[in-house]
């Protein structure tokens, strides 16, 4: 099919001949000038994981990209964090079993453990209300059994953990962001926490900040984290996708909502593909319509936090409320970056990021 300009009739006609779900609703009228594509296919479609898919991380292995790794939740009462190799395969020796309905999972790079720089996986339990995290590669525990999230809080959900995003600032310093499936309206939703040894050769967590809006419309999962611009991203369900200062020293002003338009219903995943360490573009899933919008990670010159919507795209993967992005080369098959999204068959699909750039898109 070829690309178009779209307008709404267009913009109808081309999800039915892609196979996108459900028809969108009259207010899903895209800003003009962006471009829809056709139906997306993956290059690899992972095994199964045993109950139900929710939230995807890439881990890259910078002594060996091939031996990168994909590490996703499986969300159950009594579920998992499942971990893949390139080729979709579930590497056994590595999955953690036995998790209290992990919910989201995000790597971050290089915590000091021991004197020595450990790479981790991080996932919200939440029926536990822990976070959980993993030394990587070997996916060993090194949490002393969880962290306690959101403690004293009394409503209803508000401490039913459910996103995570990990912060890496310049000096070094590792932080938690962290939602649930309630929370207050005016601020307060997100709590971030500072990530440190606790002495032990184990993860300790301090609360340093309680922040951001919320609808209350439905709920906030899918949290992102711009580690170089210095951003965290999250979407306010059926509302859009809100930012703000990932340092908790910069104050808790929201600086953009943006993703307001041209979503059948809610707004998840939220992933960064950087084409430098300033530009790049933010996918957000549209999880009614099996598509990913996506938007400039820059503003413009009058606005640094406009973000411009450019691209739809619509993807095989179904009902995807979790998805995550790399900007470098892996292997033969993924030599220009992956694009991994979950999918509601017990699966993820994994993308070459030139399919999902097309023509349209920088490819680095």
């Known amino acids: 099919m070829n690309k178009l300009t779209i307008s709404y009739l267009s913009f109808l006609a081309l999800l039915s001949a892609a196979g996108a779900g459900c028809q969108p609703s009259s207010g899903t009228k895209l800003p003009p000038g962006v471009v829809v594509s056709a139906l997306v296919k993956p290059a690899i479609v992972t095994e199964q994981v045993s109950y139900d898919t929710d939230d995807p991380a890439i881990w890259y292995n910078a002594a060996n990209p091939a031996q990168s790794l994909i590490i996703g939740t499986d969300k159950n009462a ?22 209290k309905r ?14 020595n720089k450990t790479d981790i996986a ?3 339990e939440r029926m536990s209300h822990k976070l959980r995290i993993y030394a990587l590669p070997d996916m060993k525990p090194v949490d002393n059994g969880g962290l306690d999230m959101f403690t004293g809080e009394n409503g209803v959900e508000y401490r039913d953990l459910m996103g995570i995003a990990m912060y890496t600032t310049k000096d070094g310093k590792i932080y938690a962001i962290v939602g649930r499936k309630n929370g207050p309206k005016e601020s307060g939703y997100l709590w971030q926490y500072l990530l440190t040894d606790n002495g032990t050769g184990t993860v300790k967590a301090t609360l340093v900040r309680k922040f951001g809006a919320y609808s209350g419309k439905k709920e906030i999962e899918a949290i992102a984290v711009d580690n170089e611009l210095g951003y965290v991203y999250y979407s306010d369900e059926q509302v859009g996708v809100r930012q ?7 104050g808790n002003q929201q600086l953009a909502l943006f993703a307001t338009k041209g979503f059948q219903e809610d707004h998840e995943g939220i992933s960064i593909y950087k084409s430098t360490d300033t530009t790049g573009y933010i996918l957000v899933s549209d999880q009614g319509a099996n598509r990913f919008h996506i938007f400039t990670r820059e503003g413009t010159p009058a606005n640094p936090f406009e973000h411009r919507e450019l691209k739809v795209v619509s993807v095989a993967a179904q009902q995807s409320d979790g998805s995550d992005v790399l900007n470098k080369p892996l292997n ?27 023509k349209d898109l920088k490819v680095k």
């Open 122 to 124: 991080v996932t919200t």
């Open 332 to 358: 033969a098959n993924f030599k220009h970056g992956l694009f991994v999204a979950m999918s509601d068959d017990k699966t993820f699909h994994f993308y070459r990021w030139e399919d999902i750039a097309g």
């Open 244 to 250: 703000y200062y990932a340092d908790p020293d910069k």
């Open 102 to 115: 992990p919910n989201n999972v995000d790597i971050a790079y290089g915590l000091m453990l021991n004197g």
């Open 78 to 99: 009594d579920g998992g964090l499942y971990v893949f190799n390139l080729d979709g395969k579930i590497i056994a020796d590595k999955v953690v079993k036995g998790l």
